[in-house]
């Protein structure tokens, strides 16, 4: 996924997803290395929220942000813990709060 994103991304925001019983940054430093193998710009944010949040502040119009990875799932699951995060209503909400901005 690393490859790809750095491939044909402008930038990427690397990011948690549901690592379950994995630690976090382990994945995402995962992904990075293949990123690091096509110079793709990038930076990590573990905390999917303000990683979203960032990845709308960037955006400029004609810019499309893809966000990968959650799909239709309405949680975070973390250390077996299923955490409320419905990806479709943060975006929303983020976005509610730039309208005519």
Request: no cysteine; proline share 3%; net charge negative.
């Amino acid at each position: 996924m690393g490859a790809i994103a750095g491939r044909l991304a402008d930038y990427s925001i690397l990011t948690s997803d549901n690592p379950r019983s994995e630690e976090p940054m382990a994945i995402i430093r995962s992904i990075e290395e293949g990123i690091r193998k096509t110079q793709g710009s990038y930076e990590i944010m573990e905390d999917r929220r303000a990683a979203i949040s960032k990845a709308l502040d960037m955006a400029q119009d004609g810019d499309v942000v893809i966000l990968a990875g959650k799909g239709h799932e309405t949680y975070q699951e973390i250390s077996g813990v299923k955490r409320p995060f419905d990806e479709k209503q943060i975006v929303r909400e983020l976005l509610s709060g730039r309208e005519g901005k």
